[in-house]
């Protein structure tokens, strides 16, 4: 499941996404999505293993697009980890 987590800090983080092998909870893995499309790993919280893993960045690079409209809309503002 990726999700965003709507209970962000404030400021805002930089646009990313969260993964979590079944329920949204705090401890999703964290991607970030650079102002470039790439995506970067944050950190492995949910303990994906790491060839599902990187299927799923593949992921969010080739819809980082999306991705990031769908933030912009949720949350109003855009900032990007680099």
Not at 11 to 18: D, G, N, Y
Request: aromatic share 10%; with cysteine; net charge negative.
């Amino acid at each position: 499941m990726l999700y965003f987590w709507s209970n962000e800090s404030d400021p805002l983080e930089p646009v990313h996404i969260h993964i979590a092998e079944e329920l949204a909870n705090a401890n999703g893995t964290k991607i970030w999505i650079t102002s470039t499309g790439h995506a970067i790993l944050c950190h492995n919280r949910a303990h994906i293993p790491v060839p599902v893993l990187r299927r799923l960045i593949r992921f969010v690079e080739a819809n980082n697009k999306e991705i990031v409209e769908k933030w912009q809309e949720h949350f109003g503002e855009l900032r990007f980890y680099c």
